[in-house]
């Protein structure tokens, strides 16, 4: 159920749910079937909510968006890098959407082997960042940024922590949901599926581990 209560710095939009339905359309054919999947920061949860799993859990340290998750949807309230309740090897999915670039260095060094211990030894760590080399006068916007991502760092920042990319896309999105991402589902997919993607300064990765 939605209610009104607002995210202070993510307004609701009432299009991004069409968007993302296009979105998981692309990623889930990246996937084998995935038992049991892990958001972080889930948001309004337009991903988890509609990704076909078997089991859903997100993270979110913000309690006010819990009532937008699923019935289906376990929602947990904690700091990014803690699973309670998940048992290692158990996630065949973990998924983020411009997520990891609002951490810190400390906060990465108890995400990212959390993530690695939670995995399965075949599952995917999925991640869609904006591209810094693609738009850096603007990647700052958000004052909430603290790490810089590009295509050129993050097969490095990830092969610290164990993981291996095997899908890079540099160019996947628009920089913002809010910019020039085109609102029309077919549109979207449209844009999925050119080779040409005008004003894209997002990212798409999919890395396992090593």
Known sequence: MIVSTMHPTYPFLEYRTKVWLEIIRYIA????????LLELGPGYCDFINHFPAAQKTCVDRNEMMRPYANSEVRFVCAEAGL???IADGSLDLVFASNFMEHLGEDDHQILLP???CGLAPNGNLILIQPNYRLNPAHYFDDP???T???DQNIRTFLDGFGFQIVKLIPRFLPFSMKS???KWPLLVRLYLASPLRPFAGQMYIIAQKK
């Open 29 to 36: 054919k990246d996937c084998p079937p995935v038992g049991h």
């Open 83 to 85: 699973f309670p309740g």
């Open 114 to 116: 959390n993530i690695h």
């Open 144 to 146: 909430t940024h603290r």
């Open 148 to 150: 810089i991502f590009s």
């Open 180 to 182: 020039r991402l085109p």
